[in-house]
């Protein structure tokens, strides 16, 4: 198992979570993979939180963020996030409030019509336009997935889950941060997050 810094595509932003790709998970075990990215991540916060590996605990309930016990007890912060794609594990953690990551592999097999009605179900209207405007598959492809990410992100950092896109969902998704990672060869990523602390918790 690796662990390995992650950035922001463009330029680095000073508020931004830490991020990190953990390569090398069971690809056979999903628990155990699972089990895997959280020992990564106490790894990581250990140091941060001048404790042992040990003495950190992180929650693993599914589609719940991830929660911090230091010695049995919860912690406030940081906010945690995990995604996972086959044997890949992405990171975040923040200590100002809610984070959401999320990593994909970019699928070029599958039907472009289902991924375009996706998009108009699900994507904000003018984000799923500028798919339906993309002329070469292997863009658009590209493009789908990073554009994806980034909504699960947002989805996570909200604390919301997969819904039909609205003027509600619209509201709800407003006043956070977010931005598109190169993860690895083949994937696309996105992190979200809220500059202030109180925002919802990620899943």
Same mark, same amino acid.
């Given at each position: 198992m690796q662990i390995r810094h992650c950035f922001l595509v463009g330029e680095p932003r000073a508020c931004a979570p830490q991020l990190r790709l953990v390569q090398g998970l069971d690809v #056979?075990?999903?628990d155990r993979a699972r089990a895997q990215a959280r020992a990564a991540?106490? #790894?990581?916060? #250990?140091?941060e939180l001048g404790c042992a590996e040990a003495e950190l605990e992180v929650s693993n309930l599914r589609n719940q963020a991830p929660r911090l016990l230091l010695r049995g007890?919860?912690?406030v912060a940081p906010h945690c996030s995990i995604s996972h794609a086959p044997g890949l594990a992405l990171l975040a953690w923040h200590g100002r409030g809610a984070v959401g990551v999320d990593i994909q592999a970019v699928d070029a097999g599958a039907p472009r019509r289902e991924l375009e009605d996706v998009a108009r179900l699900f994507l904000a209207p003018q984000?799923?336009? @500028?798919?339906m405007d993309i002329a070469p598959d292997t863009l658009f492809f590209e493009a789908f997935t990073s554009a994806w990410t980034l909504h699960e992100a947002r989805l996570k950092c909200a604390g919301l889950g997969l819904v039909e896109?609205?003027?509600a969902l619209q509201l709800r998704? @407003?006043?956070m941060d977010s931005a598109a990672l190169a993860p690895a060869a083949g994937y696309a990523g #996105?992190? @979200?997050w809220y500059g202030a602390a109180g925002g919802a918790q990620a899943r």
């Open positions: #056979a075990d999903r991540l106490r #790894a990581c916060l #250990a140091p007890k919860p912690l984000t799923a336009q @500028a798919l896109w609205s003027g998704l @407003a006043g #996105a992190v @979200a």
